[in-house]
């Protein structure tokens, strides 16, 4: 058995200034009025209507009674018919031996006045939300930015007493690929690290040298593992085989562009039923029968974007809807989301797990969501954004799920454990340097603290964690 480890360790209003229409002198036909020249009471002064051809230009005595030719056209901009927003970017020519003066409006800004000047107080609680869209359905949808709201980053309070943390005897890499089922527990890198019962220590299965991105556990005895790559390959590695079989006939189904490979991933692949869904790039669900010889494709009305590891719920997109499905023996309703589990479903990459009655949904950039009447009604959980894993559980016959949340700046990951039906969270344990003493500077090491995969297992009663940090296992801390 590993060794025990105790730890422990809390955007905007966009304010405008919004400027009165100011009246322009170039709004109107200008008259000029009488020439009032006190230097010769003899000349009679004109009136000129702005926009008339004028071939005789309007003189005036200066100093040795020169004529002056003032060019109208210029000065007013009677030459051209423009609108009112080609007159605002114009620039006009004065000739300052007129006496007209700029009316303030188009006089230089110095830059003194602004939004700071107008004591703006933030309201953060009124934070502008944008949904955001997968793109697959036009002009109509495309990919927008979400800011979230305040209460999503509001800091969540910690547990009484922080979880056990146990780390592996041997040393490893980092993992982003997990998968539990009974008493046995594979993480990957490259290769599968091969957990059994109470084993501390790995064993270390080679596949193909290529990174892995998902797993999942077949066989009455737990003892076969199917592995996908990064670049969408689909191995199968017995526990006590020589080498690893690469699959194909799944291809059939999904389809690829230029010979390219999409990534994959597993659902279901921690259900009691032990039916392992594949999810392909394309939206399609295929049902992994006879360990991975056979394949069948399962009709569902929209595109799967993710499915639950704990059972064999889906979420689906259908043009801009998104709705919860259950692929179980027996047809269950549909559960089309509304509200705040609908922007949360409508990210890029949204999570999804499942604890009997209870639904979770998670994406990085808003709160999660959580459901305790099967999909009906969703409540947000305050402080839980940055999410990068999510798992359901059942603790003490309590519905549960347990969440990772990543703090980029500190490159600290927070588990959470989340009650569905109060939508509230406690922090139970940390993950930054004090797990390794070797682990250094948090710029210097990148996301070493970041959790890629969450899984609650019921048989030693842990949660297993893996990430830039390798592999972690937590417990419910000792009863005194």
């Known amino acids: ?104 409006a188009l006089l230089p800004d110095d830059g003194t006045e602004g939004v700071e000047d107008g004591g703006f107080k933030l309201d953060e609680s009124k934070f502008p939300t944008l949904e955001q869209d997968d793109g697959s359905e036009g002009i109509a949808a495309e990919r927008e930015v979400s800011l979230g709201i305040a209460s999503d980053e509001a800091p969540v309070p910690l547990a009484a007493v922080a979880w056990r943390a146990f780390e592996p005897k041997a040393s490893l890499e980092a993992c982003s690929a997990l998968s539990v089922r009974g008493k046995t527990v594979v993480a990957a890198s490259s290769d599968l690290l091969w957990f059994r019962g109470d084993e501390s220590a790995p064993l270390r299965l080679a596949i193909d040298g290529s990174a892995l991105s998902d797993l999942a556990l077949l066989g ?3 003892d076969i593992a199917l592995s996908l790559t990064k670049s969408g390959q689909l191995f199968r590695r017995a526990r006590f085989a020589s080498q690893a079989e690469q699959l194909s006939r799944f291809r059939e189904y999904v389809r690829t562009s230029s010979g390219t490979l999409a990534p994959l991933g597993f659902g279901g692949a921690s259900a009691d039923d032990a039916r392992v869904l594949l999810l392909g790039p394309d939206g399609i669900l295929l049902d992994v029968l006879d360990g991975g010889d056979r394949f069948e494709r399962l ?24 709705k919860l499905i259950w692929l179980g023996r027996e047809p269950e309703p549909e559960r089309e989301l509304s509200g705040p589990a609908l922007l949360v479903a409508r990210a890029e990459r949204p999570l999804l797990a499942t604890s009997g009655e209870c639904v979770a949904m ?16 969703f ?33 600290q990951s927070e588990i959470l454990l989340i009650d569905p039906e109060l939508a509230a969270a406690t922090c139970i344990a940390r993950i930054d340097g004090t797990l390794d003493a070797t682990a250094g500077d948090p710029v210097e090491r990148g996301e070493w603290a970041k959790v890629a995969r969450l899984i609650w297992q019921p048989a030693s009663e842990r949660l297993w964690a893996v990430g830039g940090f390798g592999v972690l296992s937590f417990a419910e801390p000792l009863r005194t």
């Open 1 to 104: 058995m590993g060794f025990g480890q105790d730890f422990s360790t809390i955007f905007g209003v966009s304010a405008t200034s919004e400027r009165d229409d100011e009246e322009s002198y170039l709004d109107d036909a200008i008259e000029l009025d009488p020439i009032d020249d006190p230097g010769n009471d003899d000349q009679e002064s004109e009136q000129l209507d702005v926009g008339e051809e004028i071939e005789d230009l309007l003189s005036e005595t200066v100093g040795d009674n020169e004529p002056v030719e003032l060019d109208l056209g210029s000065l007013v901009g009677a030459d051209d018919v423009k609108d009112s927003s080609a007159e605002d970017e114009a620039e006009i020519a004065v000739d300052p031996a007129i006496g007209l003066d700029l009316p303030e």
């Open 220 to 222: 009455p005895s737990e």
């Open 299 to 322: 009709e569902i009305s929209g595109k799967a974007l993710t499915v639950a590891r704990e059972s064999r719920a889906a979420l689906v997109a259908q043009l801009r809807e998104r």
């Open 362 to 377: 998670a994406e990085f950039s808003r709160a999660i969501v959580v459901s305790s009447d099967r999909g009906r009604t």
């Open 379 to 411: 409540q947000r959980v305050s402080g839980s954004a940055s999410t990068t894993a999510l798992a359901g559980a059942t603790l003490a016959g309590a519905a549960r799920f347990f969440a990772a949340v990543y703090r980029e700046t500190s490159d």
